[in-house]
């Protein structure tokens, strides 16, 4: 099992211990279409690593800029410290669950995918991968991954399938996209197309090249015919701003994050047919037509390409 967090280094002060246990391939649970898998070949019932409560960390702090009420104390501090020099935070993370909700509507309606591998999920919110694609076809099979032992806690959340469709979390490192790929497979068909979605995650892998790397090992296990959704920071707009917002962020909170340039995220596109507008402000892919007026532009840019 990837020792996420330990590698982080954002174990120190005091950790609450939370276990949890798995569900197997025969529970009434995985029957139904959804379940809760761990990437390692450990036994059923284990012990997850300690939730740190004494630093703020991404998915609370996100669920925190959200609305959501999945925070605590030192996520609201350190949210409202990078608010401080970023007013436009909250904009962003919004924008980009917009994105999610618009990219989810496209490929399942316009491009007939039913698929979904979702990396860095996030905390629970409104319109998840899962209930987006379900409602336009209820058969969409997702799965999602991530390395905090709180969104373990939170999976039940995520795991509300309709009975045609299946859902699955898998508690694992992107790092580790091996592990990734093999448990996604117990859920997702891999001679058909799948949507992998890269929201507000590769800003966390800091090195740009391995960045690189990971994204095509990933798209190297997908057939043609599938597609990548990525949107993260970049310093295309006032990139001294950002860079002091990203160093405030990397000062108190964990795991670090990377802004990048657009053409540095442009890249994690090579090879793939990239759908218009290409990669934009999230709050400027496709906006509805209902939205009154332009959308602002924010700060995390967004795209999605297709495998030939
Ligand atoms: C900023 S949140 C984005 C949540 C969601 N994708 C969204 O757009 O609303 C980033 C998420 O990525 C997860 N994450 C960060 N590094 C990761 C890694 N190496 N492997 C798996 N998940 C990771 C965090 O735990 C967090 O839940």
Redesign the pocket.
């Known amino acids: 099992m990837p020792r ?1 967090g330990h590698r982080a280094g954002h174990r120190v002060g005091v950790t609450r211990t939370v276990s949890y246990r798995l569900v197997t391939d025969k529970s009434p649970e995985r029957k139904r279409g959804v379940s809760v898998t761990h990437g390692s070949t450990a036994s059923p019932e284990r012990r997850f690593p300690d939730i740190d409560f004494t630093k703020a960390h ?2 609370r702090v ?1 669920n925190y800029w ?1 609305g959501g009420k999945d925070n605590y104390p030192v996520d609201r501090e350190v949210g409202e410290q990078v608010r401080a020099v970023l007013p436009e935070i909250v904009d962003a993370a919004r924008a ?2 917009g994105f ?1 909700i618009r990219v989810v509507r496209h490929l399942v309606a316009d491009a007939g995918i039913r698929q979904f591998l979702d ?5 629970p ?1 409104a319109n998840n991968t899962h209930e987006v694609a379900q409602a336009n076809a209820p058969e969409c099979r997702i799965v999602y ?4 032992p709180l ?1 373990m806690a939170h999976a039940r959340a995520l795991l509300t399938s309709t009975a045609d469709g299946a859902t699955d979390y898998v508690y ?4 580790d996209s091996d592990t990734v790929l093999r448990e996604a497979a117990r859920t997702l068909d891999f001679t058909q197309p799948i949507a992998l979605m890269l ?3 590769m800003e ?2 800091l090195d740009t090249e391995e960045a690189y790397a990971i994204v095509t090992h990933l798209l190297e296990a997908l057939p043609s015919g599938s597609y990548l959704a990525l ?1 993260d920071p970049t310093t295309e707009i006032r990139p001294e701003t950002m860079l002091e917002a990203v160093h405030r962020w990397n000062e108190s909170a964990t ?1 670090m994050i990377k802004a990048r340039s657009r053409q540095e995220l442009v890249r994690f596109f090579a090879g793939l047919e990239l759908l218009e507008p290409g990669v934009v402000s999230s709050s400027l892919w496709r906006p509805d037509p209902q939205d009154l007026g332009t959308p602002v532009e924010v700060f995390n840019f967004g795209g999605v390409g297709r495998k030939p």
């Not at 694992?172 to 790092?175: G, K, P, W």
């Open positions: 996420v991404t998915a996100w959200l980009q669950r999610l990396i860095g999920t996030g905390l919110t991954v991530d390395n905090d969104i694992a490192d992107l790092h929201l507000g995650v966390h892998i949107c795991p």
